[in-house]
């Protein structure tokens, strides 16, 4: 396979007013856009799709907060209105863009599918984790497998284990859904995760019971007994899940995985996430040699069924887009206010209340993974001001739940502490819903941090 798009930019100036462009088969327009600005697509002709979700004919999609991609297999004709940064990638072939890949990719996973259907007597589909270095594209490359596959008719169960990323919930958890039906083209508009942004609202985007585990913190390495537990917890859900309902059975899974480098500690995890969810198809994107290390891994190795452990090694697209700090905290910031307050297409009403410190049960991680070591794995917080402006999770347990049962419990939702009065003992919560927090225990962890004031 040649080099993709080697030589085949071409770069355009900042768009400011409408235009139109076209685009030969297997092109791709990439645009960035900031919160500041917001840039228009209308498809005038041809097809066209944005992360394995077709756009309609003549329909206006909108955009901020995002790096992202339009393509065509076919060819079309996209007007543009608004205000980016943007260039079209030019493919002198089908074989050169990488794009073919993936939809062969697609394909297989569509054959093994039909297989695990015709098969029936609870015959899994695949189950596909999808593994490789920071910034290689693996959100992207699952958007586009579970868009194409629900396109027909599968309904594929996605897995989001990158605490930095949001699958309809905010970040700092590890969570997964079913899908059931095609993702919205201009969801996920804020640059975290899967399928829909993470609203507290209705979703877009049809799914079966998403279950989110609360981790708290940016990082794996930050946690990572805790991450274990949350992914074997994770895991344990969805076998539950693939098991009980045949076609989510038949469709399989799809995972996601945070960056990590080909190294013993990532392969470590990497290798703990595919024993746990049963994976029996390892996608490697961007790194030949986290390939050949799986490879050598996981040659002898079978999954609980008995299958094979077959690693697919990848080309990172060269359309991947960066992400600086900056701009990662701008979508995360987005993300946390349109969980509470909607966005353009459903606009929410979040309640505030004022709460006493003793109508309220907050408990805080330790500092360190090293808190594992014969010491509770949680500790009743000090109410302060330290705590103004923070998210905490609500968590489906007890108050009077041991440590370990209530960290380890789904999470319920989220509020955000706007105030902490300290002299009257009050707090103002900022919640989805105006019901009492009742006896739910509420977990603040170290990440995201607070960088907005919800209530201005």
Known sequence: MSIPGLGQLAPEPTASDNKVITLQP????????????????????????????????????????????????????LEITGSCESHVAQYPTPE??????YINMHFALQEERRRAESAGRGVQGPRVLICGPANSGKTSLARKLVGWATRMGSQPLVAN??????????????????????MDVEESACGFGLGSTPSSGPSAVP??????????????????????????KLASSVRAKLNKDKDVRASGAIIDTPGFESGKEGLDLLAFAINEFSVNIVIVLGSSQMGDD??????????????????????????????????????R???IKEYFFGDAKRTLSPSTQSVSFDDVAIFKAPDESEAYEGQPVLEAAEISAEMSHWTLAV?????????????????????????V????????????????LGNQPLVWGRWPEPYINLLG
Not at 34 to 60: C, K, P, Q
Not at 169 to 176: C, E, H, K
Not at 218 to 227: F, I
Request: hydrophobic letters at 35%; one cysteine or more.
């Open 26 to 77: 297997y092109w791709e327009w990439r645009f960035s856009v900031t919160r500041r600005a917001s840039v228009t697509v209308r498809l005038l002709s041809g097809t066209a799709d944005r992360d394995g979700t077709e756009l309609a004919l003549n329909r206006a999609y909108k955009f901020t907060d995002t790096k992202s991609k339009i393509y065509t297999l076919q060819g079309c004709t």
């Open 207 to 232: 799914v079966k019971v998403p279950v989110v585990y609360y981790y708290g913190r940016e990082k794996v390495e930050d946690d990572v007994p805790h991450w274990k537990d949350l992914t074997r």
């Open 294 to 331: 799986l490879q050598r891994r996981l040659a002898e190795e079978k999954t609980p069924l008995g299958e094979p452990i077959i690693v697919v090694p990848l080309e990172r697209s060269d359309g991947v887009a960066e992400r600086d700090e900056q701009f990662t905290r701008t979508i």
């Open 395 to 419: 968590m489906n347990a007890s108050v009077n739940d041991p440590p370990e049962t209530i960290r380890q419990a789904p999470v319920i939702g989220f509020i955000a502490i706007a105030d």
């Open 421 to 436: 009065d300290e002299d009257r003992r009050r707090l103002k919560v900022l919640s989805p819903t105006s019901g009492r």
């Open 333 to 335: 910031d987005a993300a």
């Open 96 to 101: 050169a863009s990488p794009l073919l890949t």
């Open 161 to 182: 284990l990158d605490p930095a990323e949001g699958l309809l919930s905010l970040p700092g958890t590890v969570s997964a859904a079913v899908y059931g039906t095609l």
